[in-house]
């Protein structure tokens, strides 16, 4: 039975799954390093969903592949409140609210998220307190 690479463990759940070195999120590429048969299928799983997935759309260089064009901004799924990037609006009277990202008719374009601001003169600043 084989061992797999990261956990070093003989896996029951088999070795079915390749392991992209460079994983798919960030495209396909012609030639791109394949591992298989040496990572077994939890390992695959694991490294998938708390690795490759993060990266892929919780990163700015995640992002910056649908603002510039290197997949469909229509493509785009927030990780919603487990996101570690926060968006806000640097100028005018929302300053300092925070915003996510959201694909609207091909285009990625921010949009407020539930917030409340508060002000104690009625005028910015105001500090906005999410849930």
């Known amino acids: ?32 390093l394949t591992l298989i048969g040496v990572v077994c299928d939890d ?3 694991f490294f998938g969903n708390e690795l490759e997935t993060p990266f892929a759309r919780d990163t700015p260089d995640g ?8 997949k469909n901004p229509d493509d785009y799924k927030s990780m919603g409140r487990r996101s570690s990037m926060r968006f806000q609006i640097d100028q005018g009277q929302l300053a300092g609210a925070a915003v996510v990202q959201r694909p609207v008719d091909g285009v990625l374009r921010v949009e407020p998220i539930e917030q409340i601001g508060v002000s104690m003169t009625g005028e910015p600043p105001i500090t906005f307190l999410e849930r």
């Open 43 to 45: 390992c695959n799983q």
């Open 1 to 32: 039975m084989p061992v797999c690479i990261y956990c070093l463990v003989d896996s029951d759940s088999g070795f079915t799954k390749s392991e992209h070195v460079l994983p798919r999120a960030f495209g396909k590429f012609e030639q791109n």
């Open 63 to 70: 992002l910056d592949r649908f603002i510039l064009g290197g």
